[in-house]
């Protein structure tokens, strides 16, 4: 489970260093924004669910000139960097919305949206499949949902480089691309599709690689994280730990194993019932 508290403080600190750290993050934006290439809708209203600093509600309102977007974040430092990025003068043109809330508990009507991005953000959710009800509840009837999150794979060196050390959690708990199409189908999204990229980063020692995910404000959020400071005799051997991944080019690997996915909500959708066929 993860402090939810402690969650929105990191990425409040983060708001300043985020941008310059978060290279996979704008990649992979960019590449879930590519996908609409090839989706035929034109909505009118659009919620992008841990928006941050704006890579991709800018994107979205370049390709839908005349959507309303809100984009939605637990920090509030976030927000106000998407914020600052945008004109005064072209905010009275840009119908775009700015909301502080948890993609676990939407702050938003019911029916309300065509289309729902979420980019790389629920992988902070305690519920999953709470997370996906409320993203059909807001969706209208035949809208679409697309989103990308962290596979089990994602800096599985500084994990097993921990797991040398001692069996607290440091690094995040990540969810299965299949246990995600399930939980799509049991809160009765359709047509789900889901596939995977591997992603490879690479450092010259792991305090670069811890330096650019406190930069992106991915630190242990963990409710059973320790909350002393980590000795600097575990720290030292769990760097030597990390030593042997280094690879040819006497580089330490950071790897990510990127999930996306996109689904839509059935144009007759009834909130509670269950569709059974029988063969």
């Given at each position: 489970m993860f402090d939810k508290l402690k969650v929105k403080g990191s990425f409040d600190h983060a708001a300043n260093s985020y941008d310059e750290a978060a290279v996979l993050q704008r990649e992979v934006s960019r590449r879930m924004l590519e996908r609409l290439d090839f989706i035929k809708l034109?909505?009118?209203a659009i919620l992008d669910?841990?928006?941050?600093?704006?890579?991709?509600?800018?994107?979205l309102s370049e390709r839908y000139g005349q959507a309303s977007?809100?984009?939605?974040?637990?920090?509030i430092n976030m927000l106000l960097q998407s914020r600052s990025k945008v004109a005064w003068y072209q905010r009275l043109f840009k119908r775009k919305m700015s909301v502080c809330g948890d993609a676990?508990?939407?702050p938003v009507a019911d029916n309300s949206v065509d289309m729902l991005f979420s980019g790389l953000t629920i992988q902070w959710c305690n519920d999953l499949q709470k997370t996906f009800s409320e993203f059909i509840r807001v969706l209208k009837p035949g809208g679409l949902l697309m989103f990308t999150t962290f596979g089990p794979d994602t800096l599985k060196e500084l994990r097993q480089?921990?797991?040398k050390v001692d069996q607290g959690p440091h690094v995040s708990p990540f969810a299965d691309m299949h246990d995600l199409g399930d939980m799509l189908l049991q809160v009765q999204m359709a047509e789900p599709v889901m596939d995977v990229e591997q992603f490879t980063l690479t450092y010259d020692g792991v305090p670069s690689l811890v330096n650019d995910l406190r930069a992106i404000g991915a630190t242990?959020?963990?409710q059973e994280r320790a909350r002393t400071t980590v000795s600097k005799k575990d720290y030292k051997a769990m760097q030597d730990a990390y030593e042997e991944w280094r690879d040819e080019n006497n580089k330490l690997p950071a790897s990510y194993e990127v999930i996306y996915g996109h689904a839509w909500?059935?144009?007759q959708f009834e909130s509670g019932s269950v569709e059974v066929k029988l063969t």
């Open positions: 034109k909505p009118e669910v841990g928006a941050g600093t704006g890579f991709v509600s800018q994107g977007i809100i984009e939605l974040d637990m920090s676990e508990q939407l480089s921990w797991a242990n959020a963990m909500k059935p144009p």
